[in-house]
């Protein structure tokens, strides 16, 4: 199948997918006297919501601290998300969703957590269930300006801001935006920086969006898991691979129709690709490939001039791709391929 085939060959590698960071990094450590405390606030600023019309779950967050993305946005596909920040303790992620999983609400999952925890007052959580019942909690030790409000379907919660207001610009984005649950999250993360943000300043940030039910294949049901690690300007940074993972999913939506046998809806697809990403060779490569696999070589050979230009490496693939069944193994229209734009 082409996509499955086109993944071994593009990737090379294959990945562990799990609810959530893998671990909390290495400034999660307790501090001497502070039993499961950081030494330092991990977070400022996040998101936690349900697409109503999709059923969707997502987390979105920004810090001025490095890789804010491997401890605080936690989500699983038909069960909930959870952001988990300030003096983070990434049990409230792992833990949050086991709880959820097994069918406490998410007003219930963070009552009995928060419970628990002796150092509630150092933490600031929000989440959301599958269902769209969403809890947040904001302890009374958050360092100011600190503040929290909760809407249908979401929460809003934010630490260490230069000024007052940013949870207020955060709703207003949220429930004014448009489009879908990646771009609307992407919003209340610029409205946020807007509005003053971070006192310290900007250095990472994070988007992850699951699917509303899971499908066995925990892979397929991330439809973005992005982060800017350390950058002068992570939402920019955001935005612009926010974008790039859009162009890669009509691709993948391309090669499954071309599996399906739906080349008029795959070529839509990898059209779509190419205007999200113009000047990047690698869509218009494999729209090529994809027309010139239907007899459509006519229409192939200027696309695979394009991509050449671009990066004259692609011509090598050409018979690479025909020996594994990704262009029909005929020497004059392989001629013709490697020919095209000279």
Not at 24 to 39: L, N, Y
Not at 217 to 238: C, N, S, T
Not at 269 to 289: K, N
Request: hydrophobic residues 45%; charged residues 20%.
């Amino acid at each position: 199948m082409l996509r499955s085939t086109r993944a071994c060959l593009l990737l090379g590698t294959l990945s562990a997918f799990a609810t959530g960071p893998a671990a909390a990094p290495a400034d999660a450590q307790p501090a001497e006297g502070h039993s499961g405390v950081p030494r330092r606030p991990v977070s400022t600023y996040s998101i936690v919501a349900r697409d109503s019309a999709t059923g969707e779950l997502g987390v979105a967050v920004q810090s001025h601290w490095f890789s804010v993305g491997s401890v605080v946005p936690w989500a699983a596909s038909g069960v909930g998300a959870v952001a988990t920040q300030s003096f983070t303790d990434p049990a409230y992620g792992a833990l949050g969703l086991e709880m959820m999983r097994s069918g406490k609400s998410a007003p219930e999952t963070l009552a009995g957590l928060v419970a628990s925890d002796a150092d509630e007052a150092v933490r600031q959580v929000g989440m959301v269930d599958a269902q769209g019942r969403t809890a947040v909690h904001t302890g009374a030790s958050a360092i100011s300006e600190a503040c929290d409000r909760t809407g249908p379907g979401f929460t809003v919660q934010a630490n260490l801001m230069l000024k007052a207001g940013v949870c207020d610009a955060m709703v207003r984005a949220y429930t004014t935006s448009s489009g879908d649950l990646a771009g609307r999250l992407m919003a209340t993360l610029e409205a946020a920086q807007e509005a003053g943000g971070d006192l310290r300043g900007k250095q990472s940030a994070a988007l992850l969006v699951v699917a509303p039910h899971p499908s066995g294949r925990p892979w397929e049901d991330r439809l973005y898991d992005l982060r800017v690690e350390d950058h002068a300007d992570p939402l920019v940074e955001l935005r612009r691979v926010l974008t790039v993972a859009r162009a890669y999913r009509h691709m993948n939506e391309g090669d499954e129709h071309v599996t399906a046998g739906e080349i008029d809806r795959a070529l839509e697809e990898y059209r779509r690709a190419e205007e999200l990403l113009p000047g990047r060779s690698e869509p218009i490569f494999w729209h090529a490939v994809t027309l010139a696999s239907e007899g459509k070589v006519e229409e192939a050979l200027p696309l695979f001039a394009r991509a050449y230009e671009l990066h004259p490496a692609w011509r090598e693939l050409v018979p690479r791709i025909v020996a594994v069944g990704l262009l029909p193994d005929d020497p004059a229209l392989v001629d013709r391929i490697l020919g095209a734009g000279r």
